[in-house]
């Protein structure tokens, strides 16, 4: 009996999301709660996966094998390890949440938005369960589509500029990947006579250092660069993110920048060992000029979304700067701080997207002397604020603490002025929020704004405690992963000692 | 003195393409009759002709026949060719039927030309002799060249139409100049004899200058850059449902003819004509998705993108093997279905009592009528290459038999090329769905048959997108016998 679950997580929601399409547009009423039904049903299938999930066994799990294409060595090749579980359930913990901040924000269109988000979700889930290159690839362009959309159709007034420009961005960077992916295919077929994209057959292979290792790296890299985004390959990011609708910010933020940094790890790392490690000082050096300069921009930005926008160039710079480490620590540490980032940026973008639901306003001069208004906001906005700068005690700090452990081991210079970041990362964080939150009423408009509704409750209340829960007792999540890690850098190591 | 021995008359190889003129006579006949005969019935019979005759391919698929001392060739590489050919001109039948109604150009003239057109196709796709590679062609380009120019009363057309009969006319003296050339180094005509006949002297200037000039002829038929010029203006001039079989039919069936001659008499043939296809690959594509982007009337528009097609598709040849040529195959039954598909719903959209041709003409067209937007754009994702729509698929194979015979850098020319095209593609996508629409709208024209085709089309770029493994090998294994 061939397992299913995993089939089922990935694909219920994009099949759901096709079937609402039949419901006439005009019930947008009833959209909203089916849509929010399979979403919550995707989570809750999701859940096995990680209360099944042996934490002891580095290898695949859930695992499922099919021919598809059999005479090209494509297959339905599925399954999960330590590195993707938490991304998936990443995935399908935020998109409920989306769906729900979304529920009086979006009016026009309605059944196309959720369709779209369901199709998103089975886009980006695919992309963490594929183990063969083709069916990755068919889902890393394939979710490209209705992010478009998203950010085309229910964005800002700038939307379109923001939306082809995401897409040219990120269609130029993978395209290279395909060549790169042919070319391996070739590569390991000639080398084996087995002509396969099954990722863990091609990861065994033990490919030459040189030129040919290194551009394949680059087509890889350059994909994953632009979207996690690495420095310079940002630019992007602070349109599609300030032009998305909120639910769109959050998805984007939350989920589809892992899909860069995941990139990395699945791919990157075991496949091209050698290169990874020649051009690792490079991505390294990216990395803390990411971490430094994001959060400066983010500093000076008089916009909330496209502060919290540039803050997530700094933040994925140090999950960048924990993978490159290469040591348990780091690695650990920047699939933390994925996670983690997930969580906090979502719920900033959530929480800007509230108050600008309310007042129509992101400038933070808008605004000022929230405390008295709308107090329960301000207390979760608090802690969401705090767990971005990484406080001790909640998520933020567990991730970054032992990316900067992996990264002190590599070189304590570019740590210590990626150390700055976190110093930067408070500056501007608690500079908004005291701009924002502190201080008198300074907008007669702000006097009537009204805090929490229940509906906003319950979609902030399941991040908050998330966050405090990873910061408390990180071992629930770190436990799943650490095999799986140790697995990737002892695969490194010995590929590469293999070659010297 | 020998008495001349008539070669046995062997009809079944030519079957569907007998099928096919028969229903072209027939049509004809129906005008004669009664109003009611005239006026209803001849498009019902040219459908009924092609699909009888697609049934016929389908039904001899895997038995080769040979007829006419090996004039005509009907192996499962004509027959793969036939299929396409046959659902270009069904899809075209299709989208006809109202679209004439409306333009007031209904006549049996029209469904007869389609028929000989497409008879003409499926004689170039069979054709073991490079008279009947001419006689096919003129037989396509001839009923094409007055299907052009349909709309008498248009300027457009009645240019498209001249265009095309006069550097269509030139491409042609080209073509037979060459086969002349071939002739009086060969001594023969039929592919397998000049095969045999050249073997060792290939270098023969005669013969080479021969096939130079018969790749200029072809290289206009499918419209490769530097021979290009006349697809924009035609495509933009003649009535849409020509430019769909313009597009299509009569592109698959000159690659046919083309991979029959290179494949069979270019065999072993040592001048290196693989830098001349490289550089013409790349330009070919290069050309024809950035001067689309400038395009701001659709049917321009598409015609460079088909021209950037042709680019693609010369990689798979030029990778050659059953896995270059097969990635062809596919990647034109693929583009027919895209492309008729994308040209049909232009047939059925229509602003200001006009056709709405402009891409500024689709703006707001989501609000208007989203089952026609969404169809459009799923049409023009599937012509940028994204997963898991077919053309995505199609480039894979091109790509990947560009990367195994080791033209890595024209790989990635290709797939730089995809992104540009993105752009502009998109930019209807743009205008459908992210902008409001106004001023006069455009508005859908109700028609059961062109939203037939229009499903059929779907249908397909879907199915083949996701299980393209069973068409895609039935296309190596066409053309395998061929390479052999």
């Known amino acids: 009996m061939p397992f299913v679950l995993l089939s089922a997580v990935t694909f219920l929601p994009g099949a759901g999301g096709l079937a609402l399409l039949f419901i006439p547009g005009r019930r947008a009423g009833i959209i909203r709660v089916v849509a929010l039904a399979i979403s919550l049903v995707t989570f809750a299938l999701s859940l096995p996966l990680y209360f099944g999930f042996d934490g002891a066994d580095p290898g695949y799990q859930f695992e499922e094998h099919r021919p598809w294409m059999p005479t090209l060595g494509v297959s339905y090749h599925v399954g999960i390890d330590g590195i993707s579980l938490l991304l998936v359930l990443l995935t399908t913990f935020l998109m409920p949440l989306a769906l729900a901040s979304a529920w009086d924000g979006i009016e026009d269109r309605v059944k196309g938005f959720v369709a779209t988000m369901l199709i998103l979700e089975t886009g980006m889930l695919g992309v963490f369960v594929s183990l063969d290159l083709f069916l990755f690839y068919v889902f890393w362009e394939a979710m490209l589509i209705p992010m478009y959309f ?27 990947m395909l060549v790169a992916i042919l070319a391996l295919y070739y590569q390991y077929g000639a080398a084996s006579g087995r002509y396969t994209f099954d990722l863990p ?96 921009v983010s500093t000076v930005q008089p916009d909330m979304k496209k502060l919290v926008a540039y803050s997530s160039v700094s933040h994925l710079g140090f999950v960048m700067l924990g993978i490159f480490t290469l040591n348990q620590q780091g690695l650990v540490g920047g699939l933390i701080q994925m996670v983690n980032h997930g969580l906090s940026t979502g719920a900033l973008f959530l929480m800007v997207g509230m108050i600008y639901e309310r007042r129509h306003s992101r400038l933070i001069a808008d605004f000022g002397g929230l405390w008295r208004v709308v107090p329960a906001f301000s207390a979760l906005f608090l802690v969401v604020v705090l767990s971005s700068l990484g406080l001790p005690g909640l998520n933020g700090f ?103 | 003195m020998d008495a001349i021995t008539f070669p046995p008359v062997v009809l079944g190889p030519l079957l569907p393409t007998l099928i096919v003129l028969a229903s072209a006579a027939l049509v004809l006949l129906l005008d004669l009759g009664p109003r009611w005969i005239s006026r209803d019935l001849p498009a019902g019979v040219a459908l009924a002709g092609l699909v009888a005759a697609l049934l016929v391919t389908l039904g001899r698929w895997g038995t080769a026949g040979r007829a006419f001392r090996d004039m005509i060739v009907l192996d499962n590489f004509a027959l793969f060719f036939n299929v396409v050919i046959c659902y270009a001109a069904a899809l075209v039948v299709l989208l006809s039927m109202d679209y004439l109604r409306r333009t007031g150009s209904d006549s049996a003239e029209y469904w007869a030309l389609v028929l000989f057109a497409t008879a003409g196709m499926m004689l170039l796709a069979a054709a073991g002799d490079l008279v009947v590679v001419f006689l096919g062609l003129e037989l396509m380009s001839l009923s094409l060249y007055v299907l052009a120019g349909l709309f008498k009363r248009e300027l457009a057309s009645g240019e498209a139409a001249l265009k095309y009969f006069l550097l269509g006319a030139f491409a042609s003296s080209f073509l037979v100049y060459g086969i002349a050339l071939i002739y009086g180094a060969a001594g023969t005509t039929s592919l397998d004899r000049i095969a045999l006949a050249m073997a060792g002297r290939t270098n023969d200037p005669l013969f080479v200058i021969g096939v130079g000039l018969l790749l200029v002829g072809f290289g206009f038929k499918i419209s490769s850059v530097p021979f290009h010029m006349w697809a924009p203006d035609v495509y933009q001039g003649a009535p849409t449902s020509v430019t769909v079989l313009i597009a299509t039919g009569s592109k698959a069936a000159a690659f046919a003819a083309l991979i029959r001659v290179l494949a069979v008499q270019l065999r072993g043939v040592p001048a290196d004509w693989s830098a001349l296809v490289w550089v013409g690959a790349a330009v070919t594509m290069t050309v024809g998705n950035v001067v689309a982007i400038a395009q701001s009337n659709l049917k321009r528009m598409l015609a460079y993108s088909s021209i950037a097609h042709v680019g693609y598709m010369l990689i798979g040849l030029l990778a050659g093997g059953p896995g270059g040529v097969g990635a062809v195959l596919f990647y034109l039954l693929t583009y027919t279905f895209t492309t008729a598909g994308a040209f049909g719903v232009i047939t059925l959209c229509e602003r200001a009592r006009a056709e709405a041709v402009d891409v500024a003409d689709y703006t707001g067209l989501a609000r208007r009528h989203p089952v026609l937007a969404a169809a459009l754009a799923l049409f023009l994702l599937s012509l940028i290459g994204i997963p898991p729509l077919a053309g995505f698929v199609g480039k894979f194979y091109l790509f990947g038999a560009a990367v195994r015979a080791g033209y890595l850098w024209l790989a990635v020319i290709a797939v730089l090329n995809s992104a540009v095209a993105a752009y502009y593609y998109l930019r209807v996508v743009v205008l459908m769905y992210m902008r409001e629409p106004e001023g006069a709208a455009t508005s859908y024209v109700p028609s059961f048959a062109g939203g037939l085709a229009l499903t059929i089309a779907l249908l397909a770029i879907v199915l083949l997108g996701v299980i393209p493994a069973p068409f895609a090998d039935l296309a190596q294994a066409a053309v395998a016998p061929l390479l052999r």
């Open chain 1, 150 to 176: 998203i950010i085309g159709v229910w964005g800002g007034p700038n939307r379109i500029y923001a939306a082809v420009k995401f897409v040219l961005y990120t269609m130029v960077g993978s395209v290279l």
């Open chain 1, 201 to 296: 057959a091609l990861t065994q292979f033990v490919m030459a250092p040189g030129l040919g290792q290194n551009l394949m790296f680059l087509a890889f890299a350059l994909a994953f660069a632009i979207k996690v985004p690495l420095f310079p390959f940002h630019t992007w990011l602070p349109d599609a993110h300030v032009e998305a609708p909120t639910a769109g910010s959050v998805i984007l933020a939350g989920v589809l920048l892992k899909m860069g940094t995941y990139g990395f790890l699945r791919f990157c790392l075991p496949l091209f060992p050698d290169a990874t490690l020649a051009f690792g000082p490079v991505v390294f050096a990216l990395a803390v000029i990411g971490i430094v300069y994001g959060a400066w």
């Open chain 1, 398 to 500: 567990v991730g970054e603490f032992l990316v900067l452990v992996g990264a002190f081991q590599r070189s304590v210079w570019l740590a210590a002025v990626a150390t700055s970041g976190i110093i930067f990362a408070a500056v501007y964080l608690l500079w908004m929020y005291q701009r924002v939150i502190f201080g008198e009423i300074s907008h007669e408009a702000n006097r009537a704004l009204r805090d929490l509704t229940p509906r906003e409750w319950a979609v902030l209340v399941p991040v908050v405690a998330l966050i405090v829960w990873i910061g408390v007792y990180p071992g629930a999540f770190t436990g799943k992963t650490e095999t799986a890690v140790e697995a990737l850098i002892a695969q490194v190591q010995s590929k590469t000692s293999a070659n010297r």
